[in-house]
Each structure stands twice: as C-alpha cells, then as structure tokens.
C-alpha cells in the first residue's frame, strides 16, 4: 500500500471517528474505505515490461543470485516480456559458480511480473522477475531451475529449460 493510502487509512481509523465527523458506523466505513482503497489500482504498484536497470533473481544454479538488464533483444522497443531474450550485467553471484560478478551474459525471462494473456482467455503474473542465464549458443548455463517455469517457453523454443524446470505453470 502506498504512502497516501496508509494516511488515508490512518486519519480514517483514528480515535474511533470517521471523517463525516461520527455521523456514520467508524467501523463499517473503515472497512468499506479499506476495501476500496486495496481494490484501487491507483494505490497498487504499476507492473511494466522489463526494461534497462531493473534487478531480476536468477533461478538457475549457474552461480549467479542477481542481475541487471541492460537492454532487451527480440523483444518491443518497450522492454522484455515472458520468454524474451535480455542482455544483463551481473550484480551478486555465489563464489565457486560458473559466472562471475561483472560478467555481461544472456538471459530468458521465465517469470515476469507483468500479465500475459493466453490463448484461453486467462492471464499468467507472477509474483517477482526471474531469468536463467543463457550461453552464446542459446542453451543454459545451469542445470537445474528452480520454481514455477510458464509453458509459453514452448513457443519461444526454450525446450531445455522446460525439461529442467521442477515445476510447470
């Protein structure tokens, strides 16, 4: 919740009273204004496509915890969606693994907080932006990947990573 909805909220619930001055039930109101506040998009954080300077997890064990998006291939001028190909700079990286802190590698978006719709008419979001390093070939450098993988991989001839994945969405 945001800044203005938690004082909203604040001012809302305080001493008992609501804003009409104690004309109406405090705490019916206060629970209706809280549901409306929560439902509101304005008040929830914008979900955007995956463009230059945003931190992605990395879900693969090829060594790397954190990377950084510096531009997205394939993809819209916008920036990167569910299975597009990205350019990420390495920001945290587990010592002893395959890539290194600093290191400019490829990526695959597998999760993305953005919706994509399907074909059936349902939406896939998840809940943070995840990537698994790629190679110059095309082909992961991990061996495992770990959490919920879409099957939208399928069409972007990302095969490998789905038979690694542990669990499809």
């Not at 997205?72 to 010592?95: F, N, T, Y």
């Not at 990947?145 to 001839?157: A, I």
């Amino acid at each position: 919740m945001g800044m203005m909805a938690k004082a909203f909220l604040s001012k809302l619930g305080h001493g008992g009273r609501s804003l009409l001055g104690g004309l109406a039930d405090s705490s019916g109101l206060a629970a209706l204004a809280k549901e409306a506040i929560c439902n509101n998009p304005f008040f929830q954080q914008q979900r955007t496509f995956i463009q230059m300077r945003t931190k992605l997890t990395v879900v693969d064990n090829s060594g790397a915890k954190q990377v950084m998006c510096i531009q997205a291939l394939k993809g819209q001028k916008k920036g990167a969606r569910l299975g597009d190909i990205i350019v990420a700079s390495v920001k945290e990286a587990r010592p002893g693994g395959k890539v290194k802190k600093g290191d400019v590698v490829r990526a695959v978006v597998v999760r993305a907080a953005m919706s994509k719709g399907r074909c059936d008419g349902s939406e896939v979001k998840f809940d943070d932006n995840a990537v698994v390093i790629l190679n110059k070939q095309g082909e992961p450098v991990g061996t495992r990947v770990f959490g919920p993988v879409p099957h939208e991989l399928r069409k972007r001839k990302q095969l490998k990573i789905l038979t690694m994945a542990e669990h499809l969405a």
